[in-house]
C-alpha cells in the first residue's frame, strides 16, 4: 500500500499542468504575423523611390491573405518534470490596410496542437485548440527606420488525458482547463539597400507576454475530487536580429522574386515563476504537490528562411522557421497567400 502511494506520489509530480505549451502556440501565431510585416516591407523595397520633384497621390491599398501551418516541437526533462514532443497545425486569415507602406490590419488563428509525454507508457498526452485575434501594424520612418507593434489575445482550450498506476490498478484521468494569453511587441526596423538590391535590415524590440489560468476540472473513474491553484505567469524579453532579403531574378509569371533569411536572439529580462498547489483524491487517499515550475531558459534563437513572389494582384511566401533554447527545440513551415483587393 505505501509503495503504491509513493508511485503515485511521483506520478503526481512528473505531470505538472504548466503553461509553458501554451507559449508554444504564442510564438506560432507571433512567427506568422511578423512574417506578414516583413513581407510588405521586402515588396517595399523593390519599388523606386520616387524623386522629390515627383508627385504621387496616396494609394490605400487593400489586402485579404491565409497562412497555413505545421510544426514539429520537442521539449527535454527539466529537473522533476517530464518533456514532450508535440505537433501543431493551424492556419491564420488576416486583413489591412497599407497607405504609403504603413500597415494596419487584424488576423484571426486557429491553432491545434497535441503535446505528448515522454515518460509515459499509457500514451498520456495534452490536447490545446487556441483562438487567437492580432492587431498589427508598421509605421515606415524617417532615414530608413520602420517601426512594427504587434498585441495578440488568446483563449486555449487544454484537454490532458493520463493514466496513473495505483498499485495493479489503472486509472484513467481526463482534466479540462481553459488559459487566456496577452502578448505585445515592438521592433525597430533599420533598411539598408545595397547597390545590388540585397537589403538587410539589423532589428531591435521588446516583447512582453502573460499567461493565466482559468477554470479547471479533472474527472475520471475513482478520481473523487481535485483542486488546482495557478498564478499567472509573466515575461518580458529583449530582442536582436537580423534580416536579409536577395533579389532573384523573375521565373514565367512571378516577378518580384526574392529569397529572404532572418535570425534572432531573445533575452528573457524578467520572469515570474510558476507556482501550482495541487489536491487530488483518489481511492479516498489524498495526494497533495507543490510545484515550483523551472523558469524558461534565459535565451532563445529564432533562424528562418523563405521564397516570396507575385502574380498579378497576388503574393506568394513559402517560410520556415527554427526556434531553440537549452531545452526546446522547434520547426515550423508554412505557406502564404496574399491578394490585393
Given amino acids: 500500500e505505501q509503495k503504491a502511494k509513493k508511485e503515485m506520489q511521483t506520478q503526481i509530480s512528473e505531470n505538472a499542468p504548466t503553461l509553458n505549451q501554451a507559449k508554444v502556440v504564442n510564438t506560432i501565431v507571433n512567427n506568422m504575423i511578423r512574417n506578414r510585416l516583413d513581407a510588405s516591407m521586402n515588396m517595399s523595397n523593390n519599388m523606386v523611390a520616387v524623386g522629390a520633384g515627383d508627385e504621387e497621390e496616396s494609394r490605400i491599398k487593400r489586402g485579404l491573405w491565409m497562412r ?3 510544426g514539429t516541437n520537442n521539449h527535454g526533462r527539466v529537473e522533476n518534470m517530464t518533456g514532450y514532443r508535440g505537433t501543431n497545425k493551424g492556419a491564420t486569415i488576416g486583413f489591412d490596410v497599407e497607405i504609403d507602406n504603413n500597415i494596419l490590419g487584424i488576423a484571426y488563428s486557429n491553432v491545434h496542437s497535441v503535446f505528448k509525454f515522454k515518460n509515459s507508457k499509457n500514451n498520456d498526452k495534452e490536447l490545446i485548440d487556441s483562438h487567437v ?4 501594424g508598421q509605421k515606415e520612418l524617417p532615414r530608413n527606420f520602420a517601426l512594427q507593434a504587434l498585441v495578440s489575445a488568446s483563449k486555449n482550450f487544454i484537454k490532458d488525458k493520463t493514466t496513473y498506476s495505483y498499485g495493479d490498478t489503472k486509472i484513467r484521468s ?6 487566456h494569453s496577452y502578448n505585445a511587441e515592438a521592433l525597430l526596423n533599420y533598411n539598408y539597400l545595397l547597390q545590388n538590391k540585397l537589403v538587410i535590415t539589423p532589428n531591435i524590440g521588446l516583447r512582453y507576454g502573460k499567461s493565466r489560468d482559468g477554470i479547471y476540472n479533472e474527472t475520471g473513474i475513482n478520481v473523487q475530487e481535485i483542486a488546482l491553484t495557478m498564478k499567472e505567469n509573466n515575461i518580458l524579453s529583449g530582442i536582436v536580429g537580423t534580416k536579409v532579403k536577395v533579389p532573384l531574378k523573375d521565373v514565367l509569371k512571378f516577378n518580384n ?7 534572432a536572439v ?5 520572469e515570474k515563476t510558476q507556482r501550482i498547489n495541487r489536491v487530488v483524491k483518489i481511492f479516498d487517499n489524498t495526494f497533495k504537490q507543490d ?8 535565451t532563445s534563437y529564432n533562424l528562418g528562411t523563405g521564397i516570396i513572389g507575385s502574380i ?9 522557421n527554427y526556434y531553440l533554447n537549452k531545452h526546446y527545440r522547434s520547426h515550423q513551415g508554412s505557406v502564404k497567400l496574399k491578394i490585393n483587393l
Avoid at 257 to 263: A, E, K, V
Avoid at 312 to 320: E, F, R, V
Fill in 174 to 179: 481526463n482534466v479540462k482547463h481553459r488559459n
Fill in 266 to 270: 531573445e533575452h528573457n529580462f524578467k
Fill in 257 to 263: 522574386l526574392g529569397l529572404t533569411f532572418q535570425g
Fill in 133 to 136: 485575434v492580432s492587431i498589427y
Fill in 291 to 298: 510545484y515550483l515550475i523551472p523558469k524558461q531558459p534565459k
Fill in 312 to 320: 498579378k494582384n497576388t503574393t506568394i511566401s513559402l517560410d520556415y
Fill in 68 to 70: 497555413g501551418m505545421y
